[in-house]
């Protein structure tokens, strides 16, 4: 009798503490110094916008709305678009960031562009980020132990011990995220320190969400970007392959935004050269643009347009939001 008493007592209080943690999860989530300036903004001025770029530090620095809202204007196909783009985004990233913005009420959103490339299994930091912690929602957790699941029954049969090292990982992530361990844990808030800024400086000069580069690309990393075309050329570097766990992940966001009426552009941003495979991680019927390739697209791989061998300077971000603009049909 005191056993079925004392396990109901057990069952209450966890319970009580999983509705709590609930509560303090949803009125104060984690604050990610370069995540929740943008999204912040994007909830303030959710009637403001109809067209998003999402992705890495290539999106961020690499389009500027301004200048791919007077495109589109020139053409006939008048947009107020904003800059999503966040420093170290990783595609796992892109995909959760796409999610949590479709669930901001955004009448006037017609388009959303996201940046393709293969999403990452689980977040993979010792000790583990603020950041890593905050993207570990449910879903993310399901999206996670899918490639968990994959690698279990892939041989060869040591990926099966690096499996459950990952479902493990991927439990204590998600477990600091909703029972809002997180925010007192011991780690670097994004990966590294970064000074103390106003939310302002997140959202760029024009606090549009870009943020520009000017400086220009060094001799070295113009021979290191030169060498990689070489290799890819010559046939020393083979595509990877496509992976459908990527492509299911890009479509079913697609589809999530089109349920809501917003046409989704996957987006292949002038990427460093050993990145030019990246169009094979695109979903089928989801359309794709595609500017990493440097035969079909020199001018985003001369020197005076980029500031290191994987991104845009900010004249080559004007070129690019221009030719993104040119690209996009007037949906």
């Known amino acids: 009798m005191h056993s079925v008493r004392d396990l109901s007592l057990f069952l209450c209080a966890a319970a009580g503490f999983c509705l709590m943690s609930a509560a303090v999860h949803k009125a104060a989530p984690l604050n990610v110094a370069e995540v929740t300036p943008k999204l912040a903004h994007l909830r303030a001025h959710a009637t403001d916008y109809d067209t998003l770029f999402i992705g890495s530090s290539r999106v961020y620095h690499g389009l500027q709305p301004r200048v791919f809202d007077a495109e589109m204007a020139a053409a006939g196909k008048p947009s107020h678009s904003f800059n999503l783009g966040i420093d170290g985004m990783a595609p796992r990233e892109s995909l959760e960031l796409a999610r949590l913005a479709a669930t901001v009420p955004m009448p006037r959103l017609r388009r959303v562009f996201i940046e393709i490339g293969q999403a990452a299994r689980v977040p993979d930091s010792d000790p ?121 992940d890009f479509a079913e966001v697609a589809q999530l935004f089109a349920s809501r009426g917003v046409r989704v552009y996957l987006l292949a ?50 070129i690019f939001s221009r030719e993104l603009a040119d690209a996009c049909p007037g949906d």
């Open 269 to 318: 941003t002038p990427i460093q050269p050993r990145g030019f495979d990246v169009v094979l991680q695109a979903p089928e019927g989801v359309p794709l643009l595609e500017f990493q390739d440097w035969r079909r697209h020199p001018e985003f791989y001369q020197p005076d347009h980029r500031c290191d061998s994987a991104h845009l300077n900010d004249s080559g971000a004007a």
């Open 128 to 248: 583990p980020t603020v950041r890593n912690i905050y993207w570990q929602n449910g879903h993310a957790l399901v999206a996670g132990l899918r490639y968990v699941w994959r690698d279990y029954w892939t041989p060869p049969a040591d990926l099966k011990g690096r499996a459950w090292l990952e479902a493990g990982r991927a439990f204590a992530l998600f477990a600091r995220n909703q029972f809002n361990i997180g925010r007192f844990a011991p780690v670097p808030a994004i990966g590294k320190p970064r000074r103390k800024e106003p939310d302002s400086v997140m959202l760029g000069p024009n606090g549009d969400g870009y943020m520009p580069v000017f400086r220009n690309i060094s001799p070295s990393d113009v021979d290191r970007m030169h060498g990689e075309m070489r290799q890819i050329e010559s046939g020393a570097t083979p595509p990877r392959p496509s992976d459908p766990l990527t492509q299911h």
